[in-house]
């Protein structure tokens, strides 16, 4: 039981981002070999502090035998003999428990009350002042739910959700958790006056912190109008710097937390318009005023590395910064937009988080079928497997994937090396390069070099002109496997667009193993799913029989009453035969290719792998339709 409590704090500090899980499994090698506390080794060697423990775990006490509270509080010296005696005569006449009696009579605190309880009932005892909580944990366990049972989600690891209880006995509550979550349940302790506190913290509204801020900040500048062009910019005090430093960062903070793709800032009449790309839709935010827009747009120029003087083209720059203890890129983008009243910009961010969650092959939504033909083909010796779709459509996720999965069959045998722009996503065994023009580190340039690395798998952002294409098919005649992306509608227009840069049909026919062309749509969520049966008008029109039964959400609190939440996968793999080669060193059109597959019958489209999906229930026939086009029945 004791060492189940030992490796609870541990996971609690990591949880925290105070350790990293190497220097948690050093701690313990320590431990195992000195007896010590986990507590004791990670501060003598540096690891945190005494105030970062404090700051997150109580007191940490241990009981050797097990006692009546009465006897380990006296044994502890947190009350005397007599004491205790008054206690349970007060005890016999309320009612109420021994330890409530004695906070009430001021005998002791209700922090240390519960550092012994956590003791006795080997429990770990936890200071919620400082925690922190995802946002993807509290959207598993809604605000209503936690003030219901008075608790509060604290992690989650390995499919047990960690919650804080005042009374974590109460097994009736913690099955009823488990049941509304799906979840395995674990519990830690804390005061009921800390959870309430926290639960109003945690699941505050960030947008309403933004509007304290923004009144704050709007104090004195009611009648402060935008000057033309906005080429002057009234003086800021410290303060007022520092408030509209808190504003960015709030925005920034807040969009990450909702797993956002993009952060959108539009200039209007009014004001400047702040809206969040959440699974490929945009969602309005808040407007900030007039008179703050000249500042932000200076603010994030600066920290883009970006000329603020020049307002009259657009500019590109990259913010790094730090969230919940990882590193997070932003790619900037300002495009001078015009108002009524003056020449503003429009600010565009990509969020690119590279130490974010990573998905394998089986997790991307690709059907069983064509998992097993894409993985045959990305083990290929040599040639080269594209990925096609418009952009956000997750083709830098799927290439991940893929080198993950060539990675762990080849047990790291075989020389990874990628040419990004950016590099989204940090793959631990991979050389990964970040391309940089103003450098002269172009995808053609990095191409010559590249080969002179000894690689065996090359992947290559994007294949943007002529003379990568060519290298790129170079490197496959000479053995190497290439990875890379196109921006095409489908599959067969890959070839298309490569007769178009330039690339010799006959060795487009040689060298291509693979084509994938993929979708994003909005999954439905499983919470509030529902089934219900569409008008027969609107199932022949995508080609289903009438009285078809499809899927929808309702909309609830997990899903902030959208009906959906998260994204996956549609696919359509074309992997060549000699027919096709044939066609491709005819240099046929992409829709003679096409109609070759669909007549050959195995050929699975991006709408058909769509209304399968739909008709499983994890997506909906409008996103479907939205998506995928109508040709490809």
Known sequence: MMQRRVRKLGEILLSQGLISESQLAKALQIQQKTGKTLGTILIKTGLVSADDI?????????????????EVLVDQGLVSPKMLEKGLLHQKKSGKKLGETLIELGYITENKLIDILSAQLDVQHVILDQIKVKKALTSIIPKELCKKYNILPIYEQGGVITIAMADPTNLRTMDHIKFMTGKEIDAVMASEKEIQKAIERVYEDKMKQMSDLLHHAGQGHEELEVVEDEEQMEELTDEEGMEIVKIVNLIIHEAIDEEASDIHMEPTESGYLVKYRVDGELHKKQELPEHMRPQIISRLK??????????????????????????????????????????????????????????????????????????????????????????????????????????????????????????????????????????????????????????????????????????????????????????????????????????????????????MAQRLVRRICSNCKEEYYPDDETLEQVGLKPGVKLYRGKGCSKCSGTGMRGRIGLYELLIPDREVQRLVNKKAESEDIKDYLLQKGDFITLRKDGLIKALKGITTLEQVIGATQETEL
């Open 302 to 515: 600066i920290q883009g590395g970006m000329d603020i003087a020049e307002k009259r083209k657009p500019q590109d720059g990259r913010i790094k910064i730090r969230h919940q203890s990882r590193n997070v890129d932003l790619r900037v983008s300002s495009f001078p937009a015009m108002t009524k009243k003056a020449l503003s910009e429009k600010i565009v961010m990509r969020i690119v988080d590279t130490e974010g969650k990573s998905l394998g092959l089986p997790q991307l939504g690709l059907s069983k079928d064509t998992l097993t033909r894409f993985e045959r083909v990305i083990k290929s010796p040599d040639g080269i497997m594209l990925v096609t779709g418009p952009t956000g459509s997750g083709k830098s996720m799927s290439l991940y994937a893929a080198l993950e999965f060539i990675k762990d069959y080849y047990e790291e045998k075989k020389q990874i090396i990628t040419m990004e722009d950016p590099v989204e996503s940090s793959v631990a065994g991979i050389t990964q390069g970040q391309i940089n023009p103003r450098a002269g580190f172009t995808f053609a340039a990095g191409m010559r070099s590249i080969l002179r690395q000894d690689p065996d798998i090359i992947m290559i952002g994007e294949m943007r002109d002529l003379e990568t294409s060519q290298m790129a098919v170079q490197a496959a005649l000479t053995g190497h496997v290439v990875f890379s992306t196109l921006h095409t509608n489908d599959s067969p227009s890959a070839y298309t667009r490569l007769f178009d840069m330039g690339v010799a049909p006959y060795l487009v026919a040689s060298t291509v193993r693979g084509i």
């Open 54 to 70: 404090s700051s997150v775990l109580g007191q940490q006490i241990h009981i050797s035998s097990r006692k009546r509270l009465g």
